[in-house]
């Protein structure tokens, strides 16, 4: 199970931080990462964490301005967003693999959804 947490409506230029811990099959090395769906907008990569945090990945749209983290002992896996803009108005999904290799972040390669958290950016 996945709950995200940390949404809300913020104002263009500032931060945000959102969280997601995952509970039930913690034994297993998995990794975790974040998407995004706009409205009438296909889910797209957001972010994502190898299972021991040692590599990440980001989407073309947010390198630079967000920064994914992760604590192994909480089972949490954080987004921190800076310089939001409006276009970064989403739900964001918490995401976790542990199959594919590491690299792979396609939709077809998430095992686990979290239900999402709504980011909205006013202009």
């Known amino acids: 199970q996945l709950v995200e947490s940390g949404g809300g409506l913020v104002q263009a230029g500032d931060s945000l931080r959102i969280s997601c811990v995952a509970s039930g099959r913690t034994g297993t090395r998995y990794a975790m990462g974040w998407f995004r769906q706009a409205p009438g907008k296909e889910r797209e990569f957001v972010a994502g964490?190898?299972?021991?945090?040692?590599?990440?990945y980001y989407g073309e749209a947010v390198k630079g301005r967000f920064t994914i983290s992760r604590d192994g002992a909480e089972n949490t896996v954080y987004l921190q967003m800076n310089s939001l803009k409006p276009e970064d108005t989403a739900v964001y999904h918490c995401?976790?693999?542990?199959?594919?290799?590491?690299?792979?972040?396609?939709?077809?390669?998430?095992?686990?959804w979290g239900q999402g958290t709504q980011v909205t950016v006013s202009s």
């Open positions: 995401a976790v693999k542990a199959f594919s290799p590491p690299e792979l972040w396609t939709i077809s390669a998430i095992d686990y």
């Open positions: 964490i190898s299972w021991d945090g040692g590599r990440t």
